[in-house]
């Protein structure tokens, strides 16, 4: 599959890779240009459309010089692909966000700083250290400040993930064309709004296929350089998240008792995997057995497994899902900006299988072979994807599960070898290579466009800006009592990522902030007599309701209720303002 030569005669390609180079140059002084204005529900509203068609354009451009099938315009592309990447990945840093997750993201933030004044982490976070103790190691050692370093860890393990899906296609498939569209492949933004939260499970889910890479080489040729670069990383496996342990264990063991099928498409020697199992095993034990937080809690852990089984994640989502009472037009818009990179691979792929059982004779038995092996492999990870959705004792949260699908692992290959099969054309530029083009850069769009959390996919933006956090810090300062009142944001995180110890008197208050026809102030409905506390309000909190589809349907407050709030004679003052934060005293 390769572009025609009176395509790329004359000047055709140096300009096109021209104006790619000035349109990332345009991209840049874009986001350097930009005052950060503080929280917005949509991110993609703060910047001009120009910005993201010449990002679009830009990936497109590196598409047509990766299949031109010149050396140097294929080195060029593969460097405007890198540059453009990390353009994207620089958007919420030049925005001027402090984070882009709040909740988990903040308490990870705070454990860099901890470890950085201590060398030591906190006793509940003992069980799984390696993405803290990493992001710990990048501050102190480069002089980023925390929320720096948390804003870089997710850029590098971006990049490893892409690195780790072409090694795999390299290391499984021949062929030039096939590691063309592989590289393209390689760059489409998988991991959603992953890409840019510095949360362990999303970060070694990104590392898995450089170790998958790393696992091939080993079994395919067990030298003692090979062998040293299986067991490092394997000796880490236990640091890691524990979805991410569960699916290690799963892949060796299940390479190994399938050994015999896989042979029948690729023969390797794959008992080799029992090496790695067992050293994964032991290490977990070890660390088990060494980590006094986990072992503290042990018998309380096994004992709410017992006692009270988890609602298991399929029924998380289709009850939220239910809730918001979408119509089939914005499932449909949901379905294919959010799982976009899922679904368009997952149609190619059928319509792929289904050409080799009838073209049987004309496509090469290494073809085939690959493409079984690789089907094997999408089966099984689909299965372990149903197991972790379906089962209630093992349950995490749903938009994890629904990002960080362990299916891409072999997705990626298989999609690169599928698009060569349905779309198989002669060495000229012609309807074929142009439908790879459409729906590569297609892919990548809705990707860019499903990467970030906004009411496209009806998620808010759950970015944590400056103002917030200097607006939390001066109210921890300032405030004379603990009481402290929130509509809908965990303020007790922001202890977390201060590394202060700090606690406070949350009290909950009903929607609408208890408002009705009665007429009752907000003390009266919310405070015992006398009581006194700090209400807070966050810019993200009032608009959430308000502007982000699914949520505007839930309506748990109206920006009626904000404005009666704010006419309510029980409270007193305005204390502190700052856009993106009001403080008030009751």
């Known amino acids: 599959m390769k572009i025609s030569d009176p395509f790329l005669n004359g000047k055709c390609p140096k300009f096109l890779l021209t104006l790619g180079f000035i349109l990332i140059l345009y991209n840049l002084l874009i986001l350097y240009s930009h005052q950060p204005q503080g929280y917005a529900v949509d991110i ?12 679009i354009l830009c990936y497109l451009i590196s598409s047509i010089a990766l299949l031109s099938g010149r050396e140097r315009a294929k080195k060029l592309g593969v460097l405007l692909l890198i540059l453009n990447h990390a353009v994207i990945l620089l958007i919420p840093y030049m925005l001027g966000y402090y984070s882009m997750g709040r909740a988990d993201d903040m308490s990870y933030i705070g454990e860099y700083l901890h470890i950085s004044k201590t060398g030591f982490t906190n006793d509940e976070w003992n069980i799984y250290p390696g993405s803290l103790i990493l992001g710990a190691a990048l501050s102190m050692m480069s002089g980023l400040p ?70 091939s080489r080993y079994i395919n040729k067990a030298g003692f350089s090979n062998a040293i670069l299986l067991i490092l990383p394997t000796i880490l496996v236990p640091f890691m998240h524990p979805f991410i342990v569960l699916f290690v264990f799963a892949l060796l063991l299940s390479l190994i008792l399938s050994g015999g ?74 379905l294919f900006v959010y799982y976009g990179r899922y679904l368009i691979p997952f149609i190619i792929i059928g319509i792929a299988l289904i050409l080799i059982r009838l073209k049987q004779d004309k496509i090469t038995q290494a073809v085939k072979n690959r493409m079984y092996f690789f089907s094997a492999f999408y089966i099984a990870l689909l299965i372990i994807e149903a197991i972790i959705f379906l089962n209630p004792m093992f349950s ?15 997705q990626v290959p298989l999609f690169v070898l599928s698009l060569s099969v349905v779309f198989a054309a002669p060495k000229f530029f012609n309807r074929q290579t142009a439908l790879v083009l459409i729906i590569l850069t297609g892919m990548w769009s809705l990707g860019l466009f499903g990467t970030f959390d ?32 929130v509509p809908v944001s965990q303020i ?42 700090y209400v807070i309000l966050l810019n993200l909190d009032e608009l959430l309701y308000q502007e982000v589809p699914g949520y505007r349907e839930v309506g748990r407050y109206t920006a009626g209720d904000y404005a009666w709030f704010r006419s309510d004679r029980s409270i007193r003052t305005k204390v502190y303002d700052n856009r993106d934060i009001e403080i008030y005293s009751t």
């Open 44 to 55: 993609y509203s703060v910047l001009p459309l120009s910005f993201y068609s010449a990002a």
């Open 454 to 485: 906004s009411p496209n996919i009806f998620v808010t933006n759950a970015a944590l800006t400056h103002n917030e956090v200097e607006g939390i810090e001066w109210y921890y300062e300032a405030r004379t009592g603990e009481n402290t009142i």
């Open 146 to 215: 925390v929320s720096g370093a948390a804003f870089v860890m997710p850029v590098i393990f971006s990049f490893i993930l892409v690195g780790g899906l072409y090694l795999c296609c390299r290391f499984f498939l021949k062929g030039k064309n096939l590691m063309n569209i592989a590289i393209l492949s390689s760059f489409i933004l998988y991991l959603g709004p992953y890409n840019f939260l510095n949360v362990p499970h999303a970060l070694f889910f990104a590392y898995m296929p450089l170790y998958i890479f790393i696992l």
């Open 492 to 533: 007790q995180r922001f202890h977390d990522l201060f590394d202060d110890g700090g606690i406070d008197n949350e009290i909950q208050i009903p929607d609408h902030f208890g408002y009705n026809s009665s007429h009752r102030t907000f003390a009266d409905i919310n405070l015992e007599p006398d009581q006194q506390g």
């Open 261 to 334: 099928l896989l042979n029948r498409f690729i023969h390797e020697r794959y008992w080799r995997a029992a090496h790695p199992l067992t050293i994964s095993i032991m290490g977990f034990l070890a660390w088990f057995v060494y980590c006094d937080a986990l072992m503290g809690s042990l018998r309380i852990n096994f004992q709410s497994y017992l006692l009270k089984i988890t609602e298991p994640s399929l029924l998380m989502t289709t009850e939220k899902i239910a809730r918001i009472n979408i119509d089939l037009p914005s499932m449909m818009k949901l």
């Open 396 to 410: 995490h949260q749903p938009d994890r599960l629904t990002n960080l699908n362990f299916m891409l692992y072999a």
